[in-house]
């Protein structure tokens, strides 16, 4: 069984459109987090939601929104795909908060490319 | 930006212990310094993390030098499923929590 499950694995869209990536944890965890990794390989925070409630949201243009409908999904939207916005983008999951020392466990990532 | 620095690659001979190190001399007393490694188009797996005493679980140890500016991750036994990327990160109640360039660790038969 797959732990933190993301879809779709590959998604492939024209600049401009909105298109979203959905995460599934089956862990019974309360924080959910979604990472941005770029074509340098820096991996770096987005979101983190805690029992449904944004916890961290760093500097992230408008344009993506994370939507948490419950404690195990959080799915993140993004509106007038840029070029930029092309990397692979991670969801995680853990026991605890990052701030208290949490653990994260990670989904096999969605590669995003906007032509 | 990562707060960390790690040497870009290093080799490490099958069944030999790999010491993977970190600099981190901007760490505040509050950071914890987590290790973490990603396996080729792989999402990162936790591996250890500390805040200032030494530690060791059933995958590596971790030891932290007194000032907290280093630290270095041991693998005891490297195997060929050990070559991947290591990230050293220092997390600051979650923020900035930066997975930087890494160490890529090459495992050699």
């Known amino acids: 069984d797959t732990a933190v499950s993301q879809t779709p694995k590959y998604l492939v869209t024209q600049m401009g459109n909105d298109k979203s990536i959905k995460c599934e944890q089956n862990l019974g965890h309360d924080t959910m987090y979604w990472y941005k990794q770029d074509s340098k390989k820096f991996l770096k925070i987005m979101f983190s939601?805690?029992?449904?409630?944004?916890?961290i949201n760093e500097t992230v243009p408008n344009r993506f929104s994370p939507k948490s409908p419950d404690k195990a999904h959080l799915n993140l939207h993004i509106n007038s795909l840029e070029l930029g916005d092309s990397a692979v983008y991670f969801c995680?999951?853990?026991?605890?908060?990052?701030?208290?020392?949490?653990?994260?466990?990670f989904g096999p990532g969605t590669r995003l490319t906007v032509l | 930006d990562a707060k960390t620095t790690q040497p870009p690659s290093m080799d490490c001979a099958e069944g030999r212990a790999a010491n993977l190190p970190c600099n981190h001399s901007?760490?505040?007393?509050?950071?914890?310094v987590y290790w973490y490694r990603q396996i080729h188009s792989q999402g990162p797996q936790y591996i250890i993390h500390?805040?200032?005493n030494n530690e060791t679980n059933e995958m590596a140890s971790l030891i932290i030098t007194e000032d907290r500016k280093s630290s270095t991750l041991i693998l005891p036994h490297a195997t060929l499923r050990d070559t991947a990327v290591y990230y050293c990160i220092v997390s600051n109640y979650g923020q900035n929590f930066v997975f930087g360039p890494g160490t890529r660790l090459s495992v050699l038969p």
């Open positions: 901007t760490i505040s007393g509050n950071e914890y």
């Open positions: 500390g805040l200032k």
């Open positions: 995680a999951s853990s026991l605890r908060q990052v701030l208290q020392g949490g653990e994260q466990f």
């Open positions: 939601y805690n029992n449904k409630e944004l916890i």
